[in-house]
């Protein structure tokens, strides 16, 4: 069974592009979490979806970033514009269920994206 | 809003030896969970051990252990007989009981296992 899947692992951007960053959960799973790890920083919430539905889109910024999760296929979360403050490392997590606990949390080993 | 503090940006340890990472959280909330990541190099993230703050006994996961003192506010993790393999970044997160899953982390402790 494999983890959860985030591709590309690195991600390389000029000023004005777009990124787009997939992760394929764990098979079974139907919630899907987004974080984003700025340099010295943890790990900040951005968004959390179930299929084809956002549930909690309070950690993200207003403008040129969007998530999607449809029901086929991977999740995506979308930057336009990208600008050097999104340099960072985005992972995803997902879960089978919404659970009393994250025992259930599994995370990918993220996407670096760098912006020229 | 819900706050997790880290105090010590990094940390060493001679291998065999204990070390505890501290984490201080805030938060208006009785029911809640508590949670130590590890991430190496590779930045998977895995986690080390949870709490659940109801319960009183604190969680112990084989050399991992914690110290959880609700009305402190306190959640510091305990290493004990430190391995190589020990070496990594750890993030100390909290969540919430019921609603969102989202966590909220520290800024992590760097902890290095010397020879």
């Known amino acids: 069974n494999a983890g959860v899947m985030q591709n590309p692992r690195h991600l390389v951007r000029r000023r004005g592009q777009e990124a787009r960053l997939r992760c394929s959960p764990m098979?079974?799973?139907?919630?899907v979490y987004w974080y984003r790890q700025l340099p010295e920083e943890g790990l900040k919430f951005m968004v959390y979806l179930q299929k084809e539905n956002i549930i909690d889109e309070s950690g993200m910024p207003k403008e040129r970033f969007s998530a999607e999760f449809p029901k086929e296929g991977p999740s995506i979360l979308r930057i336009q514009q990208v600008v050097r403050g999104d340099s960072a490392a985005y992972f995803c997590a997902s879960s089978p269920q919404q659970g009393r606990t994250n025992e259930k949390l599994f995370f990918g080993s993220g996407t670096q994206l760098s912006v020229l | 809003a819900q706050t997790v503090t880290q105090s010590q940006p990094e940390m060493s340890v001679q291998e065999a030896e204990t070390v505890t990472l501290s984490c201080t959280y805030d938060?208006?909330?009785?029911?809640?969970?508590l949670f130590w990541y590890k991430q190496p190099p590779s930045r998977q993230m895995i986690l080390v051990i949870r709490?659940?703050?109801?319960?009183?006994q604190n969680a112990t996961e084989n050399r991992f252990s914690v110290n959880f003192q609700k009305a402190a506010k306190s959640f510091s993790l305990k290493i004990s007989d430190s391995q190589l393999g020990d070496a990594a970044m750890y993030f100390c997160a909290y969540r919430s009981d019921g609603g969102s899953e989202k966590l909220v982390f520290g800024k992590g402790t760097k902890l290095t296992v010397n020879p």
């Open positions: 709490q659940e703050a109801y319960k009183q």
């Open positions: 098979k079974g799973h139907s919630h």
């Open positions: 938060t208006s909330e009785s029911d809640y969970y």
